[in-house]
């Protein structure tokens, strides 16, 4: 219950730091938070009492009911490298509006005509 | 940058390289595999860059070679991938389990997507570093 | 001052929302992730159940996903070199 509550606050800093802060690249880091906070969600789904970790060292086949799941730690795999293309591109773009407006904070940005 | 930093970059650089190529290497045995493997290395040449200046950098590993090495892991990744599909081949045979060659074909998928994220990092790490900004009047 | 408070209200919602649909979340474990678990040494060869999920059971997932990021770093390649129009009439002049 402890690991739910800590997921979700870790998803309301992200919320309100999207929505809240001024400068373009402090939101790009507020929405990295909120994925992480999703990625911890799913993996602590997959837990059982007393659970060992998914990786075998000899060959006893009595142990293996004792595992966690192995399958929300491969799909999340995938989700942490698409999280960082994610944030590889924005940061991109943030440069390219810095160099052609001379400014990147978005109150000064609503206020541009033309 | 300073010659404290510069001496401690030379003497650490190789280990960071040699620790990635173990976890790249050992995905089959122990956690880890090929996506943090390749980060691991293409962090090791993050702390050349800010050690030493990027156009020193630059002229030891040049973008357009890093460009063509990537295309061809790529292409090795994908060859090895329909090459199972099609003739299927038996290596299982061979192999011993618990040790370092077994697994299949997964050690060779392991190292050269370790090469592909590797390759691609270091290339967005030019990109983004790359010119100076001209304008000193704004606040970020 | 309006647009902190606001966003603050709307974290807070977000939170309690889900406070109260976080007791039906239990973990069950189904039959897909005990067939992996017990058959990965004798079809796969490999002891970490993870690697073989991600390369061996599940390869094709892997591949869309390696695309996607040779996707954006050709991208941001291409985005970060791109100058304006006013920097290539300063080139064209010199």
Redesign the interface.
């Known amino acids: 219950m402890i690991v739910y509550t800590v997921s979700l606050m870790l998803m309301c800093i992200g919320i309100y730091t999207v929505l809240a802060k001024e400068s373009l690249l402090k939101k790009v880091i507020g929405l990295s938070i909120f994925t992480n906070g999703i990625h911890l969600l799913l993996i602590s789904l997959g837990y059982t009492k007393g659970g060992l970790a998914p990786i075998l060292t000899t060959i006893d086949l009595r142990r293996l009911s004792l595992f966690v799941d192995p399958l929300p730690q491969a799909l999340v795999l995938t989700s942490i490298v698409i999280d960082l293309s994610i944030t590889a591109l924005a940061v991109a773009v943030i440069i390219q509006v810095h160099r052609k407006f001379k400014t990147s904070s978005s109150k000064e940005l609503n206020t541009l005509r033309g | 940058m300073d010659i404290i930093i510069k001496t401690t970059t030379r003497l650490l650089f190789p280990l960071i390289l040699v620790f990635g190529c173990y976890i790249a290497m050992h995905g089959h045995l122990s956690p880890g595999g090929g996506f943090p493997g390749g980060v691991i290395i293409a962090s090791a040449v993050l702390l050349l860059v800010i050690a030493f200046t990027q156009k020193e950098v630059e002229t030891q590993l040049s973008e357009i070679a890093l460009e063509d090495l990537k295309s061809i892991a790529g292409i090795a990744l994908l060859s090895i991938v329909f090459l199972e599909v099609v003739l299927r081949p038996d290596i299982m045979h061979t192999q011993t389990p618990f040790t370092l060659w077994s697994g299949g074909v997964t050690i060779f998928l392991n190292i050269f997507g370790s090469l592909v994220v590797a390759f691609g990092l270091i290339i967005v790490i030019y990109s983004l570093i790359k010119e100076e900004w001209k304008s000193k009047k704004s606040k970020w | 001052m309006n ?2 408070i ?3 209200l ?3 919602g ?2 309690l929302v ?2 109260f649909a ?1 007791d039906s ?1 239990t ?1 069950q ?1 189904s039959n ?3 067939y ?3 058959n ?2 004798e079809k ?13 059971f ?2 094709y ?3 869309g ?2 695309t ?3 996707t ?2 050709v ?3 291409l ?4 100058k ?1 129009l006013a920097e290539e009439k300063e080139e064209k002049v010199r």
């Open positions: 647009n902190k606001a966003s603050i709307v974290a807070c977000f939170f889900f406070l976080a979340f973990g474990s897909v992730n005990k992996y678990t017990h990965a040494l796969t060869g490999s002891a970490n159940v993870v690697n073989s999920i991600v390369w061996d599940r390869g997932d892997t591949l996903e390696e996607v990021l040779f954006a770093i991208a941001v390649f985005v970060a070199h791109k304006g």
